[in-house]
């Protein structure tokens, strides 16, 4: 049998309770900070982006965490208003108490000189999202973040 409680802002009275009855005789417990993505938290997100989103983080994540713009932007794409549905449907699960207010934004950006250079998922949650958009690898999209570099020292 496996119990899942989620604690948001506890008070030390409830928090000394819940760790009583954690210590009962043959409990397993774990306890995990609720401000991380797990693998199902990111199918639920990588589900509701549109398109467009979906496929910018899909590029992310077969890139490793990273994608330059220029490769973001290939065949003529746009990233115009597709990188703000990222903050915005991460908002809208906490508005609705699908996900938990301390959850980060999964992708950031990375902006020099006003010109939007490359999109990086920080940390190590390329591990949590590359189950969530599994289904969607099977062309190879991918993210050249070596040859993007090479184009741009050569222009």
Request: aromatic content about 4%; glycine content about 8%; hydrophobic content about 40%.
């Given at each position: 049998?496996?119990?899942?409680?989620?604690?948001?802002?506890?008070?030390?009275?409830?928090?000394?309770?819940?760790?009583?009855?954690?210590?009962?005789?043959?409990?397993?417990?774990?306890?995990?900070?609720?401000?991380?993505?797990?693998?199902?938290?990111?199918?639920?997100?990588?589900?509701?982006?549109?398109?467009?989103?979906?496929?910018?983080?899909?590029?992310?994540v077969e890139g490793e965490g990273e994608c330059a713009a220029d490769e973001l932007k290939a065949n003529g794409r746009n990233l115009r208003g597709?990188?703000?549905?990222?903050?915005?449907?991460?908002?809208?699960?906490?508005?609705?108490?699908?996900?938990?207010?301390?959850?980060?934004?999964?992708?950031?950006?990375?902006?020099?000189?006003?010109?939007?250079?490359?999109?990086?998922?920080?940390?190590?949650?390329?591990?949590?999202?590359?189950?969530?958009?599994?289904?969607?690898?099977?062309?190879?999209?991918?993210?050249?973040?070596?040859?993007?570099?090479?184009?741009?020292?050569?222009?």
């Amino acid at each position: 049998m496996k119990i899942a409680i989620t604690v948001e802002n506890p008070t030390p009275e409830a928090l000394e309770k819940l760790l009583a009855f954690a210590a009962m005789p043959a409990a397993a417990v774990t306890a995990a900070p609720d401000d991380r993505w797990t693998p199902e938290r990111a199918r639920s997100y990588y589900d509701r982006l549109p398109p467009r989103a979906q496929q910018i983080l899909l590029q992310v994540v077969e890139g490793e965490g990273e994608c330059a713009a220029d490769e973001l932007k290939a065949n003529g794409r746009n990233l115009r208003g597709s990188t703000g549905a990222f903050r915005r449907v991460l908002s809208e699960g906490k508005r609705t108490g699908l996900w938990p207010d301390a959850l980060p934004v999964p992708l950031v950006s990375h902006i020099v000189g006003g010109q939007l250079k490359k999109l990086e998922m920080p940390g190590r949650d390329t591990v949590k999202f590359h189950p969530a958009v599994g289904h969607s690898l099977s062309t190879p999209r991918g993210c050249d973040l070596a040859g993007a570099a090479a184009e741009s020292r050569v222009a």
